[in-house]
């Protein structure tokens, strides 16, 4: 009887399994809807589908609903991609980029033309599904965790703005959050060729290891990217710029200097800098009237008391060919005007739990709203009435991340959603407020200095900053790879304070040699801006806020003037060709700044040079980024020829020079025989 009960029992069992197997077979896991394939299987459904030249979507949930929502990125022309559905795979294909997908576990690896693979999901054969996990939050919501295989040898840039010393991220762990000083934009560009843009405003991490490359959002709806494939760095660069935007051209009037300080407290002050610059015949083009000018943080008009005739300093410095930029912050103290009324309507940021303050800072702040249309509106509405309308056209977004302390996302109440959900797009939504107002009241050359950024800001005029940084050679140093990895997320218009924001460490001497140092790499940098916390501050009666030492150029004794002195002309000397190539930056997304395998990119030695950069197609930068150097190695690219533009000495390139420098000049050469020379 028992072998006749196991005869029985393995004559079911094969006959399940038998047709199991033929339900397998019967009924594939893939799908094709329109141009999308999609794969289902256990609680987990995701979409692949061509996203305009060369670019692929991918859209993943355990929700089992996928949304449509694309985070600032642009619609793009219609393609048909290739998709084929086999026995154990299926294949989509578009242009210059393709994705195989497992039938089993969905397993999803993208290869180029070349049929190399660009990037392959994770897999662990004790856990096949690692790749794409996702823990519960509630309803439509996880925690969301998407794992690719790594190797050793890629090279990654770009993710906005961090302050951590590299330029190639390999290796390093990114919080994906908006801080002062740093700058969330999930770009990531490899040296293997391809993009990847992660589309989530969630506040999440990049873990770009030796072992694997992965992305998580602590609170949202589905797994959404981009890639896409091109032949060399900047078509990458160009595609994300077509997938996200493009700059405006840069006015003519923003290529000089922009001079500023924390703070010129009052009309006086200002218009007594303004004067002097031009009575000794020093360029400059914008100065800036900072913070706390307002009567109360919220108020966005100037305080009569120290600026009694605010629309006559426009014309003046109108005059004398000076733009005057102003800071408006997106907080409101609750002593504005404008507080209850913004209350009321539901125009700023609330937290979920205890009182509404996120920010002490002479006061108790909240924040506006700005993902809210109507408080955007709202806002604009006060600035135009007490800044644009007596001639004021340049604004300063400071406070853009928004600053918040704690930094307890999960505690902030957007018009969108949660902080944890939206928290990175708040400076974009900023940046839009003020650009959307100048647009509609008929402004043309636009142009905002603004400290955050993420996906799309570009397209808003924006000149991000690196913060408020420390004024040392350390620092400084950081600064060049920063700005070189912004630059390849869409920003061709990026600058720093020269001299750094708060006081250093260093003795007199050693700052005027940094700040002589940073002034020679502002210079070359898109935007030329002076801006400082210069110590001791000064008590402004009748003010809750200091006004620091004097900034300007001649603040620093008669050596660094003569110095300062030659910078400004080099620059004036460069206004055309930063024009052109600003240019060709709004046409193509093509930053000014950029690393050196962006214009070599067979030269392998290019992609670890962290400390030099181009500034356009034709000069190459090396500033000196060390206390009383005598000597500077600068690597000349192989396969052009460089000109000296102080000796006028031609170098082949292919090699390594032990360049001797003096405090009053840095590296520059000229590709080629591009006619370039420091007088």
Known sequence: ???????????????????????????????????????????????????????????STRSLHISDEIWNILPQPVVNSSIQILPDKAVISNGSIRAEIRENDGLVTYFNEKNEILLKEAYHHHVPRIARQYKSKGSDYFELMLTFEAEKTEHLYGMGQYPNDCLDLKGTVLDLAQKNTQICIPFLLSSKGYGFIWNNPSIGRADLSMTHTGFSAQYAKQIDYFIFAEGTPADLVRRYSDLTGKSPMMPAFATGLWQSKLRYSSQKELLSVAREYKKRNLPISVIVADFFHWPNSGDWKFDPKFWPDPAGMVRELDSMGIKLLVSVWPTVATESENYATMVKKNYIMRPELGVNAFLAFSGFLTFVDVTNPAARKFMWEKIKKNYYDIGIRMFWLDEAEPEIDPLDYENIRYFRGNGLEMSSIYPYNFAQALFEGQTAAGQKDIINLIRCAWIGSQRFGTVLWSGDIYGDFATLRRQVKAGLNISLCGIPWWNTDIGGFFKSKDTPEQFHEVLIRWFQFGAFCPVMRMHGNRQPVVKVEGSSVGSGSPNEVWSYGEETLKIMTRYLQVREQLKPYILKNMEIASKEGIPMMRPLFFDFPVDQLCYITEDQYMFGPDLLIAPVLEYMAKTRKVYLPAGASWTDAITGKVYKGGQTLDYKVTIDNIPVFCKNGFSFKIK
């Open 1 to 59: 009887m028992m072998k006749i009960f196991l005869l029985s029992v393995s004559l079911f069992l094969t006959l399940l399994t038998g047709r199991c197997l033929a339900g397998t077979q019967d009924q594939s896991l893939f799908s094709q809807i329109g141009n999308r394939l999609v794969w289902e299987n256990e609680g987990e459904v995701f979409w692949i589908e061509a996203y305009g030249q060369n670019t692929l979507r991918f859209r």
